[in-house]
């Protein structure tokens, strides 16, 4: 497939315009919102949840990995439901039932109830996130793409930081279930205006066959998967007969999958469109730019908890901190897109980010509070110009039919980046600290002479041993999280040089009305 551009008109029904078009974009952007929170606002959450309903905490693990297991395998089958059911109707069972799931975690009694309902949630919220960008596409007129993209994908980046801190104020103001039920008015509300603005755009459907051994296919692989990423950590990874288990079922899934999807005549996930060059670039250039800074949300809220002393609220503000810059760059790289080569756009957003990661590798447990704040300040403007030119570039050479499915896996390599990051920069972080660990003590100058010092200052023995010990704790979280931050910014460095990988997009047309003759 060439990089031509859509063969068939860009606005489906009625080209929107004022109040109308301002209506859809909120729509839109305001339901990645939701779905996307949902993956990380229940992170913080989980001891209480765990206590409330007489869980160990391990097992309460399982309301976050239920979620992210089917939020998961529902995304990349979005371009089926919208080509057999239509978007606009997909769109709006699924924020409506994203509301009924809501309720339903809100008033679960067990454990179990909740995760059967987490399930549903993710069944329901997966589809919203490409959905609302094949929408974003199809409907808002090109001239205001992109500062629709830009809107949305504030959102994007913006969710998955400000979860934990809603669900950290959640949790020590309130109980855990107002972290689902607050979501219900909203979804609803957002249900009545995308029927409201958005029916009209309904494009006409087909009877697309269901694939049944490719669905199966994928359920098994991206189950085996999330279930090994989330579980990973408490399991001693491949320490573990279960997690080898479930490494080798998504390995040989996966294979399978790829087989079948790519030689079945009416595949449930149309992978040959990455064939198209533009579009595989774009979701390499993701993969790891979003995975990188997926991991640095992880490891910094880690590292501020235990070496510096701040509470999770706290921690999540500082992280919180990117969504200022996120949201001032919006405008920003919308004009940006319009007037430059999107690659060079991108290029230059994942170097901001590079350099935030480049920056947290000379931290040290003294930094003040303000100091931690710049990176989060650079890497929030810096993903917004990443995000807005790879969303354009994601689907602008594909086909009009292609335009769902494109989304659904662009948002799938996103979310499946994002949960692959999480789980190797933890491990890493872990193996690190063990490792540096062992290297200060073994290479610890005269301990015997700190230890009789801290007594003669009127410690216990035991006081001074246990002071000793703390400080080569600190310092060996501190250089892992160092460690951790070099292999980031070389992630990063890599995703800005393979950008280059992609054909040069056409030029985006500014907002501006068209002239008339």
Known sequence: MSSAGRTTPHVIGKEPTGIELVAVVIVLALANFLAVLDMTIANVLVPQISGSLAASTSNGTWVITAYGIAEAIMVPLTGWLAERFGPVRVFIIGIVGFAACSLLCGVATSLGMLI?????????????????QTLLVTIVPERHSAAALAAWSVTTIL???????????????????????????????IGGLAWAVLRAHEPSTRHAPIDFVGLALLIVWVGALQ??????????????????????????????????????????????????RQFSATNLVLALAFGAMFGGVVIVP??????LGYTATWAGFNLAAGGVTAIVAAPIAAVLITRYDMRGVACCGILLCALSMAIRVCYSDQIAFAASLWPCYLIGAGMVFVLVPLLDMSTSSLNETDVASGAGQFGFVRTLSGAIATAAVVALW??????????????????????????????????????????????SVQQATNNCFVVLTVLMLAAAALIWLSPKPPMKHSGAPPATP
């Open 227 to 276: 279930t090994m990423l989330g579980n990973g950590q408490d399991q001693d990874w491949f320490n573990s007969s279960f997690i080898i288990g479930l490494a080798v079922v998504s390995v040989l899934g996966f294979i399978a999958f790829l087989i079948w999807e790519l030689t079945d005549a009416k595949p449930i996930v149309n992978l040959r469109i990455y064939r198209d």
């Open 159 to 189: 969710a998955p930081i400000i979860g934990p801190v809603i669900g950290g104020w959640i949790g020590d103001n309130w109980t855990w279930q107002w972290a689902f039920l607050f979501k219900v008015p909203l979804a609803l509300a």
């Open 302 to 307: 880690l590292w501020l908890q235990m070496n």
């Open 116 to 132: 059967v309902f987490r399930i549903l949630l993710g069944i329901c919220g997966g589809p919203l996130i490409p959905l609302s």
């Open 430 to 475: 872990n193996d690190e600290i063990r490792s540096n660990h062992a290297a200060l003590v073994a290479n610890l100058h005269a301990p015997e002479t700190l230890i009789a010092n801290a007594e003669a200052s009127g410690l216990s023995p035991d006081a001074a041993r246990s002071l000793l010990d703390q400080m080569v704790s600190m310092q």
